[in-house]
């Protein structure tokens, strides 16, 4: 781990961001996902609605950047977002960009040329794009679409000139050579920020039993992100916070400077001052060396 913290410091130095992602549609998910509480495929009781509307958008973005976040994102269930949908939340991204003033990243699936274009015209930075895990693993956990179809979306996000986040989750029952294959996936892809998430099992989908990780082996496996992904950031997302519990700290020691605050898709998050208060003295510990 300390191996890690000394590579985070020479590239990165006591950087450290926040971001908090915005649920703007959320259940009837096409797609088997098994981790996923949104999938129509699983009885979960997750929260269903549609799009959500540009003034509820627009006050959650003013709410981030308020928290502090430099980064906010919106996130939509499903495959992909209709043409319609598409001019929709680019109209709520244009007005975060000029009405709120934060950057604003987005997940809608996957997406088009056409698509990505538009978003980015209206002021999207950054596209976020999950791999999930490694290719040899990818179909054990997702049928309805291919490892394959996640990278050309990374790639087409890429080719209209948006910056790319781009991680997985871990503790879905994959192997450590898995992780690792993850991770030199996404160094191949040269994506901008890593975020990693830790399942949490929701009841009714089919890793509602899954083992957890330990604490030990979720550290191990920051650490090895860091050291292939010396100068980018290395988010610690979903999670967090009932698979580490008191050892939050210790991820920033593995090599994480970065963290989604402000709660999940589905799950809640920890309240916003105790967040705060960890980013402080971790910064605090990382300048005394």
């Not at 703007?24 to 699983?42: I, L, M, N, P």
């Not at 790319?164 to 030199?184: K, N, P, Q, T, W």
């Not at 990780?213 to 979903?238: M, N």
Request: charged share 25%.
């Amino acid at each position: 781990m300390t191996l890690a913290r000394d590579a985070k410091l020479r590239a990165r130095g006591d950087s450290f961001s926040l971001c908090t992602i915005m649920n703007v549609k959320s259940g009837r998910c096409t797609e088997d996902c098994a981790f996923c509480a949104q999938s129509s495929r699983y009885r979960t009781g997750g929260p269903v609605f549609s799009l959500k509307s540009t003034d509820e958008i627009l006050e959650a973005a003013a709410k981030a950047k308020d928290a502090g976040a430099a980064r906010f994102s919106l996130v939509t269930s499903g495959r992909s977002l209709s043409r319609s949908e598409v001019d929709e939340v680019a109209v709520g991204i244009e007005q975060i960009r000029t009405g709120v003033g934060i950057s604003v990243c987005a997940s809608f699936g996957i997406l088009d040329s056409e698509a990505l274009e538009t978003l980015k015209s209206a002021g999207l930075s950054r596209y976020h794009h999950n791999i999930e895990t490694s290719e040899a693993f990818f179909p054990k956990v997702i049928t309805t679409h291919s490892f394959k179809d996640r990278i050309s979306t990374i790639h087409t996000a890429k080719d209209v000139g948006l910056e790319v986040c781009s991680g997985g989750i871990i503790g879905i029952g994959e192997s450590a050579e898995d992780r690792v294959s993850m991770a030199l996936t996404l160094a191949g892809l040269g994506v901008d920020s890593v975020p990693l998430n830790i399942l949490v099992p929701i009841p009714g989908t089919p890793l509602a039993s899954q083992a957890p990780l330990s604490v030990e082996e979720i550290l191990r496996t920051i650490a090895i992100f860091r050291l292939i992904f010396p100068e980018k950031a290395i988010r610690i997302a979903g999670g967090r916070e009932s698979a580490l519990k008191d050892f939050q700290g210790l991820a920033f020691w593995a090599g994480a400077d970065a963290m989604l605050i402000g709660g999940y898709l589905t799950v809640a998050g920890r309240a916003l001052d105790v967040d705060l208060r960890l980013v402080g003295e971790v910064k605090k510990l990382w300048q005394r060396g």
